[in-house]
């Protein structure tokens, strides 16, 4: 094992009297070496983070982050920007909505060729209230703004926005929870007028979430829905035949475990037909289930019995991390206040997934969304955590990337000069750690060396004499991230990443 980690500058910039971005970089790292995480942590004090996407939606080639604060009853918009170590992000605007936000989607809703955005609000009364934003942002300004607002049919979980009838408009579907239904808002939207018909599929059942996705290979939508109430996934496949009229045909369920709160919808096994995992909040686990359907014909799955145990795992992700064509998945146990990477070792249908990573992120984790980032289409995470105030993203490292095992900075004095080289090793490390300086400076002052956890707190503070070098015994802390911070009179602290095994 060869864990690695990198140290970004660390930066901070206020935005207005209402709100900041903190870029504390984390340097963080799972237990194989072939997922490593660069991180920066963007923080705004009693925002409660939920659902988070990113987009280009300024089209300037760089993409911009969405995050739900429904605490907050607002939608950050956080521009990208460049920077020295590649994209960053600073918070430009918000989207206000009247009452508490239950979900968000984007999607073209007017055809002008860029996202719009979708809000699923609380409202006074019987029915839950979408919100739609036109998109009349240009390459560098943001811009949205409310054009359309439809009442559901009752209290409403989820929306999304997807194509369902082949007329390359993007349609909605809401999750009616009371009413035990779907409700499909055809888009009839015509040279920016904007105009929807209505349909309703009576389910039996109180949806709660749902994923789209085509999962038979017949190039249309379907839908995979989450019984909060019965532990069960409910499998509809589309059968509209018409732009007229939108109709689904259920074609499976799925027993989960104790409250199925997220599905991916991904090819786990290579045999071009996607699969489905269920992270079960209560029943601390999630269910796998492998494709046993032929192409173009009825969709259906059979248990792959893969136990995987994540101790209330609240959101998943899924995509190809290592870049082996086989789609690993990201989970954030709310519990446990990491992101898990399960890595896909599956073969043509036999499915196998393995825990190989434990990334700490904040408290309280509530959704992780996988983005491709740079020319090279890799994939990042970005993980919204909810009793931290923050989002994180998660720069994955790609093998050239990987700095060696040993950390060095250069100490240098106020005065600008540099002075001596600074390496710390064994890292990782389980019970003694070495920090060597590469020469015998005299100092002002004693050496005082403090360790930090990744959540910020001193866990080590000891005091060193001028030394080439210094030994100091790791052997009580924890497994995991921290920082080792040297000072010296005179000398700027320096900062070097450690990873105790």
Same mark, same amino acid.
């Given at each position: 094992?060869?864990?690695?980690?990198?140290?970004?500058?660390?930066?901070?910039?206020?935005?207005?009297?209402?709100?900041?971005?903190l870029?504390i970089?984390h340097?963080?790292?799972?237990?194989?070496?072939?997922?490593?995480?660069?991180a920066?942590?963007?923080?705004?004090?009693?925002?409660?983070?939920?659902?988070?996407?990113?987009?280009?939606?300024?089209?300037?080639?760089?993409?911009?982050?969405?995050?739900?604060?429904?605490?907050?009853?607002?939608?950050?918009?956080?521009?990208?920007?460049?920077?020295?170590?590649?994209?960053?992000?600073?918070m430009?605007?918000?989207i206000?909505?009247?009452?508490r936000?239950?979900?968000?989607?984007?999607?073209?809703?007017?055809?002008?060729?860029?996202?719009?955005?979708?809000?699923?609000?609380?409202?006074?009364?019987?029915?839950?209230i979408?919100?739609?934003f036109?998109?009349?942002?240009?390459?560098?300004?943001?811009k949205?703004?409310?054009?359309?607002?439809?009442?559901?049919?009752?209290?409403?979980?989820?929306?999304a926005? =997807? @194509? *369902? &009838? !082949?007329?390359?408009?993007? $349609?909605?579907? #809401? %999750?009616d929870?009371?009413?035990? /239904? +779907?409700?499909?808002?055809?888009?009839?939207?015509?040279r920016?007028?904007?105009?929807?018909?209505?349909?309703?599929?009576n389910?039996?059942?109180?949806?709660?979430?749902?994923?789209?996705?085509?999962?038979?290979?017949?190039?249309?939508?379907d839908?995979?829905?989450?019984d909060?109430?019965k532990?069960?996934?409910?499998?509809?496949?589309?059968?509209?035949?018409?732009?007229?009229s939108?109709?689904?045909?259920?074609?499976?369920?799925?027993?989960?475990?104790?409250g199925?709160?997220?599905?991916?919808? =991904? @090819? *786990? &096994? !290579?045999?071009?037909?996607? $699969?489905?995992? #269920? %992270?079960?909040?209560?029943?601390? /686990? +999630?269910?796998?289930?492998?494709?046993?359907?032929s192409?173009?014909?009825?969709?259906?799955?059979?248990d792959?019995?893969v136990?995987?145990?994540?101790?209330?795992?609240?959101?998943?992700?899924?995509?190809?991390?290592?870049?082996?064509?086989?789609?690993?998945?990201?989970?954030?146990?709310?519990?446990?206040?990491?992101?898990v990477?399960?890595?896909?070792?599956?073969?043509?249908?036999?499915?196998?997934?393995?825990?190989?990573?434990?990334?700490?992120?904040?408290?309280?984790?509530q959704?992780?969304?996988?983005?491709?980032a !740079?020319?090279?289409?890799?994939?990042?995470?970005?993980?919204?955590?909810?009793?931290?105030?923050?989002?994180?993203?998660?720069?994955?490292?790609?093998?050239?990337?990987?700095?060696?095992?040993?950390?060095?900075?250069?100490?240098?004095?106020?005065?600008?000069?540099?002075?001596?080289?600074?390496?710390?090793?064994?890292?990782?490390?389980?019970?003694?750690?070495?920090?060597?300086?590469?020469?015998?400076?005299?100092?002002?002052?004693?050496?005082?060396?403090?360790?930090?956890?990744a959540?910020?707190?001193?866990?080590?503070?000891?005091?060193?004499?001028?030394?080439?070098?210094?030994?100091?015994?790791?052997?009580?802390l924890?497994?995991?991230?921290?920082?080792?911070?040297i000072?010296?009179?005179?000398?700027?602290?320096?900062?070097l990443?450690?990873?105790?095994?």
């Amino acid at each position: 094992m060869n864990p690695a980690v990198r140290v970004l500058p660390n930066t901070v910039l206020t935005i207005t009297c209402i709100a900041f971005l903190l870029a504390i970089p984390h340097l963080l790292h799972g237990q194989a070496i072939r997922f490593t995480f660069d991180a920066s942590t963007y923080r705004w004090p009693n925002s409660s983070p939920g659902k988070v996407i990113s987009a280009d939606f300024d089209n300037d080639t760089k993409d911009e982050i969405i995050v739900a604060s429904p605490k907050q009853k607002k939608l950050y918009i956080w521009e990208g920007i460049a920077g020295g170590e590649g994209q960053s992000w600073r918070m430009k605007d918000s989207i206000p909505l009247e009452s508490r936000m239950l979900s968000f989607c984007i999607g073209d809703i007017d055809g002008d060729s860029k996202n719009d955005i979708i809000t699923l609000s609380d409202r006074k009364g019987n029915n839950s209230i979408i919100d739609i934003f036109l998109n009349g942002s240009a390459p560098g300004s943001i811009k949205f703004e409310k054009k359309y607002s439809i009442g559901t049919n009752g209290p409403a979980y989820d929306v999304a926005a =997807e @194509d *369902l &009838d !082949g007329d390359n408009r993007k $349609d909605l579907i #809401v %999750a009616d929870f009371d009413k035990k /239904s +779907l409700t499909f808002l055809g888009n009839a939207t015509d040279r920016g007028m904007i105009s929807f018909s209505r349909s309703t599929y009576n389910l039996g059942i109180r949806p709660n979430y749902f994923v789209v996705k085509d999962i038979n290979g017949d190039k249309k939508p379907d839908l995979i829905i989450s019984d909060y109430d019965k532990n069960a996934m409910f499998v509809l496949q589309n059968s509209t035949s018409s732009q007229a009229s939108i109709s689904f045909t259920q074609v499976d369920k799925l027993t989960t475990g104790s409250g199925p709160i997220a599905c991916a919808v =991904e @090819d *786990l &096994d !290579g045999d071009k037909m996607p $699969d489905i995992a #269920v %992270a079960n909040l209560f029943g601390n /686990s +999630l269910s796998i289930y492998m494709s046993v359907s032929s192409p173009n014909g009825h969709a259906h799955f059979a248990d792959a019995n893969v136990p995987i145990t994540i101790k209330r795992p609240s959101s998943l992700a899924a995509g190809d991390l290592d870049g082996d064509g086989m789609p690993e998945i990201a989970v954030t146990s709310e519990e446990d206040n990491n992101t898990v990477i399960l890595k896909n070792y599956s073969s043509l249908h036999n499915i196998s997934l393995d825990k190989i990573s434990e990334i700490p992120v904040g408290k309280a984790p509530q959704h992780v969304y996988m983005k491709k980032a !740079g020319k090279s289409k890799q994939l990042d995470l970005i993980v919204s955590n909810s009793r931290s105030d923050n989002f994180l993203v998660l720069k994955h490292l790609q093998e050239k990337e990987r700095p060696s095992p040993a950390d060095t900075v250069v100490l240098s004095k106020q005065d600008g000069n540099p002075t001596e080289k600074i390496t710390i090793y064994p890292n990782p490390a389980s019970s003694i750690i070495h920090i060597s300086f590469s020469s015998s400076a005299k100092r002002s002052g004693p050496m005082l060396i403090r360790i930090i956890n990744a959540s910020g707190q001193e866990v080590t503070r000891e005091r060193h004499d001028a030394t080439n070098l210094i030994t100091m015994d790791i052997s009580r802390l924890a497994a995991g991230f921290y920082w080792c911070q040297i000072s010296s009179p005179g000398h700027y602290p320096q900062t070097l990443r450690l990873i105790v095994e």
